[in-house]
């Protein structure tokens, strides 16, 4: 399994759709993921520390998790097939390891919310993950983000049929 963090959050302008970019921990790939603007949404006030005043639906997961004192452990994105990414919640509950089935975009909501880790298996990686051409990039695109070039080439008016979720 390959740690990764959530580096960014990018959206269409003429679209419903976003893409969350995740970065591996100590190296410079990045794995960009298809989501709806909800999740989007939910992941971006929790990264920008917006406080809601009711529950949402990935609080109300984790305000589950707590009152059945379940543990998130870690999140794993651990399949990619068809063009659609598929994750796992991996509890600890009474002492035993439980996964969940879930889409990613949830399952990095809850783990932000969290501070969970989030992973990626070797081969959803090896197979969806992007390395950016530093040819390409000046010193100021590197400061405002890598993926500003790659995303640019990206025509986000219709999201591939196998979105997240």
């Not at 004192?69 to 097939?81: M, P, R, W």
């Amino acid at each position: 399994m390959i740690e990764v963090t959530v580096e960014t959050l990018q959206m269409s302008l003429v679209s419903p759709h976003r893409i969350v970019v995740l970065r591996e921990v100590d190296v410079e790939r990045y794995l960009p993921i298809w989501i709806g603007p909800c999740e989007a949404e939910a992941i971006a006030n929790r990264l920008n520390g917006v406080e809601i005043p009711r529950p949402q639906t990935h609080d109300l997961i984790v305000n589950i998790l707590d009152a059945l004192e379940a543990d998130l452990l870690y999140i794993h994105i651990n399949a990619l097939t068809d063009n659609t990414f598929f994750a796992e919640l991996v509890l600890e509950t009474d002492g035993e390891q439980v996964e969940v089935d879930t889409r990613p975009s949830d399952a990095i909501a809850i783990a932000v919310r969290m501070g969970v880790p989030i992973y990626v298996a070797e081969e959803v990686m090896e197979e969806a993950g992007v390395f950016p051409e530093h040819d390409l990039l000046s010193k100021e695109q590197e400061d405002l983000g890598v993926f500003r070039d790659f995303l640019s080439t990206l025509d986000i008016g219709e999201a591939p049929s196998g979105q997240d979720g």
